[in-house]
């Protein structure tokens, strides 16, 4: 595949409220005026007209009050609301601390006055970044008994559950859909019946803002830009210097993967450790806390970790974008026993959201997305693609105690923010990886006037030779953007003939997913239909015998009716790809990221 170049903007930061027009409905218990009109589907001769989130007008909309006053946009510009004005606490605050806050708050404003002066680039513009259904939602208790159409599987009991960026408050100023507090949706079955519930993930930044009744902790993909991003930070461990904050108990927002190990459902981030999260047997979600595995885990850990499907093992990666080690991997036993650190050998720190597993390996890639801070210092963006690096792969044993016996396979202008599988072909000492490749690399972070293309390719490593092939698998005639979805997980590092990808057009939207053959290139879609618009395919196996049909199971999915502004969760046959059932939400459901599901046995043991 030839390299691709742009011409990315450098971004500015100016203030996010300075020009659109937005509607809310206000779902505090503080007197309201609302009203609206019937809201007609925009149609032309019977044609629905679909338009990318990055392109349509702002529904978005936060108000200026305390948290315990949430609110739902919609997109509806007739309604009117009146809000209360937000409120900064000042929790047992001595007399030097709130002088502290007052200047520095002081200067945070003089900061936004000066950021008004610049337009945001739509990858940090937050009525871009989170507008329609990418906008949070309030948190909904469990709700039970939910209308269900068709038959729900006789096999399927238990949670499904995906995580998502969700912001609790108005962002100050930039705000990139990543940068979003963490927000877990869970919908349980038991035997046909299900109900529903979603909950922020409390970490501490949510629990300290939450209090504080404002966003304090910077934003690291939306805010740390250029100039601003710098007095932003300064700003931050300002606060911090005069304990109005405290960043030593992390930072991260715990809103990407989701994974159940050693009885235990992890929300991750990988600018953190994982939280822990417990089901309640009403279905309800709780905190219980950021989770070190017993004191074991001194470092983050990322959003992707890996369980071995036969050895139940949990494989892991933590990257550092400061300071060397820039990269470690670690697994951990069934029991959560945590090998040691092994380090990484990165001559700079690098972009490494996934990673992938073999039977015997770990697949690591070391690709051109790289963070440099010091590029803020000159005004950009501290996430850059340097198309001068070249991309390559190392192959590690599972087991390795240290990285001398790694093996790094050169694979020039390769970007997978997602990889899908990987497996050994020792009949050619090759490794298999399976991925999504991008192009521009960097496009997610930074603005730039090319179209996104995700490219499924099967890449082969030689691991004698040292050289690599790269090719797409899917013909060029019915090419389609493929990013975020699985294989069937009980195969996970072995060879698999499926992969269950998402089709994320027009992007950034889902529109339906793709079940493709891996080895003849041959792609079924499932469309959702006339403005409906899902997230990442959960691929569900029928149960867990390896030697059941590879495809034999559910795709289970959230999706979102932009027409009825309903959302519903979707079953799905994987073998013929008809729809099964479908559960009706009690709420709408934004789009989000990762998810998984927790079989009714397993929560049994739940810690």
């Known amino acids: 595949m030839a390299s691709s170049s742009c011409n990315c903007a450098k971004p500015q930061i100016s203030h996010p409220l300075s020009s659109a027009s937005s509607s809310t409905v206000h779902l505090g218990h503080s007197p309201t005026s609302i009203s609206w009109n019937s809201r007609q589907p925009n149609r032309t001769h019977n044609i629905s007209i679909i338009h990318s989130a990055l392109h349509s007008p702002s529904v978005l909309h936060f108000p200026k009050q305390p948290y315990q006053n949430p609110l739902i946009p919609i997109e509806d510009d007739s309604v009117n609301v009146q809000v209360q004005p937000k409120t900064h606490r000042h929790p047992q605050w001595n007399l030097l601390q709130r002088a502290a806050a007052m200047a520095l708050d002081m200067a945070e404003s003089a900061l936004v006055s000066l950021e008004l002066q610049h337009p945001l680039p739509k990858t940090a513009d937050p009525h871009v970044q989170i507008s329609g259904n990418f906008a949070p939602v309030p948190e909904q208790p469990v709700k039970q008994a939910l209308p269900v159409t068709g038959t729900i599987p006789s096999c399927i009991n238990g949670v ?6 969700n912001p609790l408050f108005e962002p100050v100023a930039g705000h990139h859909f990543f940068d979003g507090d963490g927000m877990v949706h869970a919908v349980t079955i038991d035997n046909g019946n299900a109900s529903y519930a979603c909950r922020f993930t409390e970490t501490q930044r949510f629990l300290q803002e939450k209090e504080l009744g404002r966003p304090v902790f910077p934003k690291a993909i939306g805010e740390l830009h250029g100039h601003s991003g710098i007095a932003r930070l300064l700003l931050f461990y300002a606060r911090g210097l005069f304990g109005l904050v405290d960043h030593k108990q992390g930072t991260g927002v715990a809103n990407a993967g989701l994974v159940y190990f050693n009885n235990r459902l992890l929300a991750m981030s990988e600018d953190d450790l994982p939280y822990h999260l417990r ?3 009403s279905g309800d979600l709780e905190t219980v806390g950021r989770y070190n595995f017993d004191d074991q885990l001194k470092s983050t850990m990322i959003a992707h970790p890996k369980i071995d499907p036969f050895s139940k093992e949990l494989f892991a990666l933590s990257y550092d974008v400061i300071q060397k080690p820039y990269l470690k991997y670690f697994k951990f036993q069934p029991d959560g026993t945590k090998s040691p650190d092994v380090e990484i050998p990165l001559s700079m720190p690098t972009m490494m959201h ?10 690591i890639p070391n690709q051109q997305v790289l963070f440099k801070l010091q590029e803020m210092i000159f005004g950009g963006s501290p996430v850059i693609y340097d198309k001068n690096k070249k991309s390559s792969f190392g192959i590690l044993s599972k087991n390795a105690s240290d990285s001398k016996d790694i093996i790094w396979v050169e694979s020039p202008d390769t970007f997978c923010f997602h990889l899908w599988n990987a497996w050994e072909e020792p009949e050619s000492d090759e490794v298999v990886v399976i991925g999504s490749c991008m192009t521009p690399p960097d496009s997610i972070f930074n603005e730039c006037d090319e179209s996104l293309k995700s490219v499924l390719s099967e890449i082969r490593l030689n691991l004698k030779t040292g050289k690599s092939r790269r090719r797409p698998i899917i013909s060029e005639s019915e090419q389609v953007n493929l990013e975020a979805g699985m294989v069937n997980r009980n195969r996970l590092g072995r060879r698999t003939r499926y992969a269950y990808l998402a089709i994320a057009e027009p992007w950034p939207k889902v529109s339906g997913f793709a079940k493709i053959d891996l080895f003849t290139g041959e792609v079924k879609k ?23 049909a590879e495809d034999d199971g559910y795709i289970i999915s959230f999706v979102h009716d932009e027409n009825s502004w309903k959302s519903e969760l979707q079953i799905v046959d994987a073998i013929n790809l008809q729809l099964e059932s479908s559960i009706k939400l009690p709420s709408r459901v934004p789009y989000g990221f990762h998810g998984t599901f927790i079989d009714a046995k397993s929560l049994i043991n739940q810690a």
Do not use: Q
């Not at 499904?160 to 960026?165: P, T, V």
């Not at 469309?527 to 867990?544: A, H, N, Q, T, V």
């Open 160 to 165: 499904y559950l995906r995580n998502g960026a």
């Open 279 to 281: 089901i309640t047997p």
């Open 354 to 363: 996934d990673f992938a597993i073999t039977e015997n390996f770990v697949v």
């Open 526 to 548: 499932y469309i959702y239909g006339d403005k409906k618009f899902g997230g990442e395919p959960f691929f569900l196996p029928r149960d867990d015998n390896c030697e059941s």
